[in-house]
């Protein structure tokens, strides 16, 4: 028991070796957008036929 023991503290212990190497770290980031985004599109015409059916099921349902 103490040598399982041990050897659970040894192993647990290059774990947290493996875990605390990172490496290198990059200072190579994305550049900030200076433009402002894209306004969406409009809703396409399959998803209006859905609400509209939606609507008449609702119409219906009540």
Do not use: F
Request: proline letters at 8%; aromatic letters at 2%.
């Amino acid at each position: 028991d103490d040598l399982m023991a041990e050897l659970e503290e040894l192993e647990q212990e290059e774990l947290d070796e493996k875990l605390l190497d990172v490496g290198p770290i990059s200072d190579n980031l994305p550049s900030v957008p200076t433009t402002e985004p894209v306004a969406g599109k409009r809703v396409p015409a399959a998803a209006k036929e859905e609400d509209d059916e939606l609507k008449e099921l609702e119409m219906w349902a009540s």
